[in-house]
Nanobody
Framework: VQLQASGGGLVQAGGSLRLSCAAS??????????MGWFRQAPGKEREFVAA????????DYSASAEGRFTISRDNARNTVYLQMNSLKPEDTAVYYC?????????????????WGQGTLVTVSS
């Protein structure tokens, strides 16, 4: 499985960005269970942002993302999105998409074996 994240950039506080993550690989669509977005700010640990069940479309969010971010997927395109609204300077980070084939703890980065390369989001005040 290969994941390609895109859509990061520089935005002012209060603005919006949409991140995309395109997946490829012969087994992806057959076995993927969940996809997630994580982020890592400078000097901080990687943290969970949002996750989506590939088959059911059910979603989970971190407290900081709830109400501002929306995760969605396009099964036909093997792509997951993260719409980010009302961005704050503290949202500045490298955002990573990740995929897993197993069920389990959706917010645990250690349980996602497949990762994209990351895309930088910078929110200016």
């Amino acid at each position: 499985v290969q994941l390609q994240a895109s859509g990061g950039g520089l935005v002012q506080a209060g603005g919006s960005l949409r991140l995309s993550c395109a997946a490829s690989g012969r087994t992806f669509s057959r076995y993927v269970s969940r996809m997630g977005w994580f982020r890592q700010a400078p000097g901080k640990e990687r943290e969970f942002v949002a996750a989506i069940s590939w088959s059911r479309g059910s979603t989970d969010y971190s407290a900081s993302a709830e109400g501002r971010f929306t995760i969605s997927r396009d099964n036909a395109r093997n792509t997951v999105y993260l719409q980010m609204n009302s961005l704050k300077p503290e949202d500045t980070a490298v955002y990573y998409c990740a995929a897993r084939y197993s069920s389990g703890t959706y917010y645990a980065s250690s349980e996602y074996p497949y990762w994209g390369q990351g895309t930088l989001v910078t929110v200016s005040s």
